[in-house]
Structure formats: C-alpha cells, structure tokens
C-alpha cells in the first residue's frame, strides 16, 4: 500500500532554514509528480509545492516563492522541501501528498514551528 512518511520538522527561528524529507513506499516513485501542502493553526490547507515525476517542472506558492526549493532524488524514492528564510506564519503542520488512481494519498504530516 501506498505509504508517505514526512520527516525534518521542528522549532526553528525567524530567518532560519530546515530541510524536510517525505520518503514513499508501495508504489513506482518516478511516475508520479509529488507535492507539498501545509496547514497552519486555524487555517485550511494549502499547497506549497508541486514537482513533476522527473523533477524537471516545480510550481510554488506565491507565499513561498524565492524561499522554498522542492527537489526529488527518484533513485531514493524521497521527496525534499528545502526551506530558507523562514517566517512565524510558516508555523505548519506540513504534509507530502501523491494522486494515484484518483486517490489523494497523504502522509502523517511533521510540525513546522518558526517562533524567537
């Protein structure tokens, strides 16, 4: 079965940097494009991040734009959010997620916290 795991999370300053990590497992990685949500304290989720399955086309919120870098290394099958310059209202709990046969598949979710 298809299986997301998220990693990287924690408490971190305002300016400071932390990379998370989403490894995938129960299904064939390098087809299919993989994405980020993120969904802070009272707020809807939304998607960060987008990365196509060979990691030649990336899309990004405008509210992370300049700041995050997604990146994949399909021979690990593991999906990278690379996030600089933090600030408070990044505070998150951050998701992967995958499309596969018109399911949504979602990982447990790693807590981003961005406070002084």
């Known amino acids: 079965q298809v299986q997301l795991v998220e990693s990287g999370g924690g408490l971190v300053q305002p300016g400071g940097s932390l990379r998370l990590s989403c490894a995938a497992s129960g299904f064939t990685f390098s087809d299919y494009p993989m994405s980020w949500y993120r969904q802070g304290p009272g707020k809807e989720r939304e998607l960060v991040a987008t990365i196509s399955s060979a990691g030649r086309s990336k899309n990004y919120a405008n509210t992370v734009k300049g700041r995050f870098t997604i990146s994949r290394d399909n021979a690990k099958n593991t999906v990278y959010l690379q996030m600089n310059s933090l600030k408070p209202e990044d505070t998150a709990v951050y998701y992967c997620?995958?499309?596969?046969?018109?399911?949504?598949?979602w990982g447990q979710g790693t807590q981003v916290t961005v406070s002084s």
């Open positions: 997620t995958v499309r596969r046969s018109s399911i949504n598949y």
